[in-house]
């Protein structure tokens, strides 16, 4: 009895010292974190090979090698690992060799690394690749001039361009600069590839419409028939880009090659919203793609849409849904589908049967993407990221329903790291409808005392918090310095059903208000660690703006933060890059419904603005441009608030370099701290 007393001691003692050698989640941390990328399953279904990415705080950038692993989850062995960017790998079809990207071309390599082989040389460059069956075709992307039919054209082209001295710009249209670049006069184009006589063939030449499109696409918007003899893919047709979702899907015969045009191109949806990410199914009956319906709003459902290929007929597999559809794969005897979904603060993977319409959810917790099925038929691979843990490879057994951890690339630095996994609760919006908020409680969590709180909004507006590792708004890193976190998804988010989300467009800062309060008082009221006196706020894109409005209509928090955010709606929208976007949410432009971008504009509210305010916008971001932050923070500092400026002239919407990441932190943190009130 008493050796037994003392072995239950020395494992509470034991046990007592790993908890203590644990610690909080850091900056450091978050760089240190290696990202798994894109994937592949072997043929023979026993391999995985993937990407890897690491990045260094001293270097203030990463590179991205390549990884081969075992589909037990065994055998984790490096396949390309040198300072060069080697991404985006497949298996060939005979399963001996792994095809990459390297220098923007295609290469080709032995399974131990050996016996490199470059495939293309094609010189505006190769992104994006899909390989055939035969491995003797393959589909790209590549930037060109519309007009150039070959690569001399292109590479002349770019020579006189370097040649003029002039640094001038000259436009004649709008979506004359997309997200964070110019546009300029190239486009994306979709190339095929020959490789038994070495001849490119431009399958969208002469077009001015970019293969994928540039917004509002999805990872897979191009893609061969199983016979090889025909590519279904997705663009937009519209002149007028800036004021259009109508992306396409068409198909087009490629049994003799040669460059094509338009003509020859078969438009298959019939949607005048977002049509994308058609799949053929393996036996080669079918098409499966993703389609809106109302013209001009990119958050509308995305229902799946299914296409027989010698009827030509159009089935709606979702009508009856509420919830919209994610990524798409095919079973390999093509009677049904799997899909991912935004459903409530998760991204859960549901199986659709073709004929019935059942649907069947199969993998319902944490964030899942890039699903695959394995060459049997009988797994399913997936990425799957939670609030603890990055992005790692998983398997999920259709036979018998278990799930299986494949990579485990963070294991030892997750294992010195103290986390607690996300809670969530419900409270009453607008209209009593339901709203459901993320709680996250700080590392080394004590009942008995109190904690400062971040409320944090997300963007979109059409977007949602969810169960993930963020490498940017890290839930875990913001919990990390003591605080609890709220993070709701009020009236716009996805994963709520379609009127959830459709409840916010005219109504910015209306129904989405009170939902936010609400879940603030409610969380106030009814958590007892919260320390009522230390409440502080934050959000980006539009939580950014939400974060204005709550400037201008609240006293609640002790200090805000407004990453990249909206201040006044009018001149937002003759500055931004995608008009559908305000005019869809306003009803229109500023000169057809003013009213409604004064009635929910922040800066008409500039009277009431009191709360101190730190902002952090990038010179770079053409989606909700710098003159935004350069208003709002003209503004505090006429009306006397105490506000700071944090400016990024090489960021774009978001914080992507290390260095600037780790001053984004410990500018955030310090500007929280500095705001405290003690005792």
Same mark, same amino acid.
């Given at each position: 009895?008493k050796r037994?007393?003392?072995? $239950?001691s020395?494992?509470?003692?034991?046990?007592?010292?790993q908890?203590?050698?644990k610690r909080?989640?850091t900056?450091?941390?978050?760089w240190?974190?290696?990202?798994?990328?894109?994937?592949?399953?072997?043929p023979d279904?026993?391999t995985?090979v993937?990407?890897?990415?690491?990045?260094?705080?001293?270097?203030n950038?990463g590179d991205?090698?390549?990884?081969l692993v075992?589909?037990?989850?065994?055998?984790?062995?490096?396949l390309?690992?040198?300072d060069?960017?080697e991404?985006? &790998?497949h298996?060939? @079809?005979?399963g001996k060799s792994v095809?990459y990207?390297?220098?923007?071309? +295609?290469?080709k390599?032995?399974?131990?690394?050996t016996?490199?082989?470059?495939? !293309?040389?094609?010189?505006p460059?190769?992104?994006?690749y899909?390989?055939n069956k035969?491995n003797d075709r393959?589909?790209?992307v590549?930037?060109?001039?519309p007009?150039?039919?070959?690569q001399?054209?292109?590479?002349?082209k770019?020579?006189?361009k370097?040649?003029?001295?002039s640094?001038?710009?000259?436009?004649?249209?709008?979506?004359?600069?997309h997200?964070?670049?110019?546009?300029g =006069?190239?486009?994306?184009h979709?190339?095929?590839f020959?490789?038994?006589?070495?001849?490119?063939?431009d399958l969208?030449?002469k077009?001015t419409?970019?293969?994928?499109?540039i917004?509002?696409?999805?990872a897979?918007?191009?893609?061969?028939?199983?016979g090889?003899?025909?590519v279904a893919?997705t663009?937009?047709p519209?002149k007028? $880009?800036?004021?259009?979702?109508?992306?396409e899907?068409?198909?087009?015969?490629?049994?003799?090659?040669?460059?094509?045009t338009?003509?020859?191109w078969?438009?298959i949806?019939?949607?005048?919203?977002n049509?994308?990410?058609?799949?053929? /199914?393996?036996?080669?009956?079918y098409i499966?793609?993703?389609?809106?319906?109302?013209?001009?709003?990119?958050?509308d459902? @995305?229902d799946?849409i299914?296409y027989? #290929?010698k009827?030509?007929?159009?089935?709606?597999l979702?009508?009856?849904w509420?919830l919209?559809?994610g990524?798409?794969v095919?079973?390999?005897?093509?009677?049904s589908?799997?899909?991912?979904?935004p459903?409530?603060?998760?991204?859960?993977?549901?199986?659709?049967?073709i004929?019935?319409?059942? #649907?069947t959810?199969l993998?319902t917790?944490?964030?899942?993407?890039?699903?695959q099925?394995?060459?049997?038929?009988?797994?399913?691979?997936?990425k799957q990221?939670?609030?603890?843990?990055?992005?790692?490879i998983?398997?999920?057994? +259709?036979?018998?329903?278990q799930?299986?951890?494949?990579?485990?690339?963070? #294991?030892?630095?997750?294992?010195?790291?103290?986390?607690?996994?996300i809670?969530t609760?419900?409270?009453?919006g607008?209209?009593n409808? &339901?709203?459901? /908020?993320?709680?996250v409680?700080p590392?080394?969590f004590?009942?008995?005392k109190?904690?400062?709180?971040i409320?944090?909004?997300?963007?979109?507006?059409q977007?949602?918090?969810?169960?993930d590792?963020h490498?940017?708004?890290?839930?875990?890193?913001?919990a @990390?310095?003591g605080?609890?976190?709220?993070?709701?998804?009020p009236?716009?988010?996805?994963?709520?059903?379609?009127?959830?989300t459709?409840?916010?467009?005219?109504d910015?800062g209306?129904?989405?208000?009170?939902?936010?309060m609400n879940s603030?008082d409610?969380?106030?009221?009814?958590?007892?660690?919260?320390?009522k006196k230390?409440t502080?706020a934050?959000g980006?894109s539009?939580g950014?703006?939400?974060?204005?409005?709550?400037?201008?209509?609240?006293?609640?928090?002790?200090?805000?933060?407004?990453?990249?955010?909206v201040?006044?709606?009018?001149?937002?929208y003759g500055?931004?890059e995608e008009?559908w976007?305000?005019?869809? =949410?306003f009803?229109?432009?500023?000169?057809?419904?003013?009213?409604?971008y004064?009635k929910?504009?922040?800066?008409?509210?500039v009277?009431n603005?009191? !709360?101190?305010?730190l902002?952090?916008?990038g010179?770079?971001?053409?989606?909700?441009?710098?003159t935004?932050a350069? =208003?709002?923070?003209?503004s +505090?500092?006429?009306?006397?608030v105490?506000?700071?400026?944090?400016?990024?002239?090489?960021?774009t919407?978001?914080?992507?370099?290390?260095q600037? @990441?780790?001053?984004?932190?410990n500018?955030?943190?310090?500007?929280?701290?500095d705001?405290?009130?003690?005792?």
């Amino acid at each position: 009895m008493k050796r037994i007393i003392v072995i $239950l001691s020395l494992l509470i003692i034991a046990i007592n010292i790993q908890a203590q050698t644990k610690r909080a989640l850091t900056v450091e941390d978050l760089w240190a974190m290696k990202r798994v990328g894109s994937y592949d399953v072997s043929p023979d279904g026993k391999t995985i090979v993937f990407e890897l990415t690491k990045y260094s705080l001293d270097k203030n950038k990463g590179d991205t090698d390549i990884y081969l692993v075992n589909t037990g989850g065994t055998n984790l062995r490096a396949l390309k690992n040198s300072d060069k960017a080697e991404t985006e &790998p497949h298996f060939s @079809s005979d399963g001996k060799s792994v095809y990459y990207l390297v220098g923007k071309q +295609l290469w080709k390599c032995n399974l131990n690394g050996t016996n490199d082989k470059r495939i !293309t040389n094609f010189y505006p460059g190769v992104s994006g690749y899909e390989l055939n069956k035969k491995n003797d075709r393959v589909l790209f992307v590549a930037q060109v001039y519309p007009e150039c039919l070959n690569q001399k054209c292109n590479a002349e082209k770019d020579s006189a361009k370097k040649q003029i001295k002039s640094s001038g710009k000259i436009f004649t249209g709008l979506m004359y600069r997309h997200w964070n670049r110019w546009r300029g =006069e190239k486009r994306s184009h979709l190339f095929l590839f020959d490789m038994k006589t070495n001849k490119y063939f431009d399958l969208t030449s002469k077009s001015t419409s970019d293969v994928p499109p540039i917004d509002l696409g999805s990872a897979n918007d191009y893609s061969f028939s199983p016979g090889g003899n025909e590519v279904a893919f997705t663009l937009n047709p519209d002149k007028k $880009l800036a004021l259009s979702t109508n992306n396409e899907v068409y198909t087009l015969d490629i049994s003799a090659l040669s460059n094509k045009t338009k003509n020859d191109w078969k438009k298959i949806s019939v949607s005048k919203g977002n049509d994308n990410q058609p799949v053929y /199914s393996p036996d080669g009956k079918y098409i499966v793609f993703r389609s809106m319906k109302r013209a001009g709003f990119e958050s509308d459902k @995305s229902d799946l849409i299914l296409y027989d #290929r010698k009827t030509g007929r159009l089935k709606n597999l979702t009508e009856d849904w509420n919830l919209s559809v994610g990524e798409i794969v095919w079973s390999k005897d093509s009677k049904s589908v799997f899909v991912t979904t935004p459903f409530q603060v998760y991204n859960v993977v549901v199986k659709i049967d073709i004929d019935s319409g059942k #649907r069947t959810k199969l993998i319902t917790k944490h964030v899942n993407s890039a699903i695959q099925i394995s060459p049997g038929g009988n797994v399913l691979f997936f990425k799957q990221q939670r609030s603890t843990q990055p992005y790692e490879i998983f398997s999920y057994n +259709l036979n018998n329903n278990q799930i299986l951890q494949i990579t485990h690339v963070n #294991r030892a630095r997750l294992a010195n790291v103290e986390m607690n996994e996300i809670e969530t609760f419900w409270t009453k919006g607008a209209n009593n409808t &339901p709203v459901q /908020s993320i709680l996250v409680k700080p590392p080394f969590f004590d009942s008995n005392k109190k904690y400062p709180m971040i409320f944090l909004i997300h963007g979109g507006p059409q977007g949602h918090w969810t169960d993930d590792f963020h490498y940017r708004w890290n839930l875990q890193l913001f919990a @990390s310095k003591g605080y609890v976190i709220v993070a709701p998804n009020p009236r716009g988010s996805v994963g709520y059903g379609q009127k959830f989300t459709d409840e916010i467009s005219r109504d910015w800062g209306g129904k989405v208000y009170t939902d936010l309060m609400n879940s603030y008082d409610y969380a106030l009221n009814n958590f007892k660690f919260i320390d009522k006196k230390n409440t502080f706020a934050a959000g980006a894109s539009y939580g950014g703006y939400m974060i204005n409005w709550i400037e201008g209509h609240t006293n609640r928090f002790n200090a805000l933060v407004c990453h990249d955010g909206v201040f006044d709606l009018e001149s937002m929208y003759g500055s931004t890059e995608e008009l559908w976007f305000p005019e869809w =949410e306003f009803g229109g432009p500023p000169w057809v419904n003013r009213d409604i971008y004064r009635k929910w504009s922040p800066h008409m509210f500039v009277p009431n603005f009191k !709360t101190p305010m730190l902002i952090v916008h990038g010179a770079h971001d053409f989606r909700v441009p710098e003159t935004q932050a350069m =208003e709002l923070f003209t503004s +505090l500092q006429r009306m006397n608030v105490e506000s700071k400026f944090l400016y990024f002239p090489d960021e774009t919407h978001f914080v992507t370099k290390p260095q600037n @990441s780790k001053l984004w932190w410990n500018t955030i943190f310090k500007w929280f701290d500095d705001h405290k009130k003690e005792d």
